[in-house]
């Protein structure tokens, strides 16, 4: 179950759906479907991993999740951007994934720095 207690939970939870929404109407080529499968691996791995940031016991655990979640949503935008670019997804449907995926990419960056200056 994804944790409600801070937004960011659910904001990156909601952009991943939309990522595995986006996946079921790119085309199905052999090249779009690897590229589109690297694309939701990705999307999907950043809220998965700040779930289980939220679960983790020590301080030091919550850094190293967000730090990955962090990566991934790097990860995810050039795939996104690569798909795009290369004609596989329309700009219009992609820009607003990117759009929120710049933002994710910097409040997570935003936690991960705040968490650490919490631990010094």
Do not use: H
Not at 66 to 75: C, H, Y
Request: aromatic share 6%.
């Amino acid at each position: 179950m994804i944790t409600q207690r801070y937004p960011i939970y659910l904001r990156c939870y909601n952009f991943s759906l939309n990522v595995v929404k986006l996946s079921k109407v790119c085309p199905a080529d052999t090249v779009s479907r690897n590229l589109v499968s690297q694309l939701v691996r990705a999307a999907t791995s950043i809220s998965a991993n700040l779930n289980e940031a939220d679960a983790d016991i020590s301080r030091k655990d919550f850094i190293n999740k967000v730090t990955i979640a962090v990566k991934e949503a790097r990860e995810t935008l050039y795939w996104l951007q690569l798909l795009t670019e290369s004609g596989y997804i329309n700009p219009a449907v992609s820009q607003p994934l990117l759009r929120e995926g710049e933002e994710i990419t910097k409040i997570l960056a935003k936690i991960k720095i705040n968490s650490r200056m919490i631990t010094t």
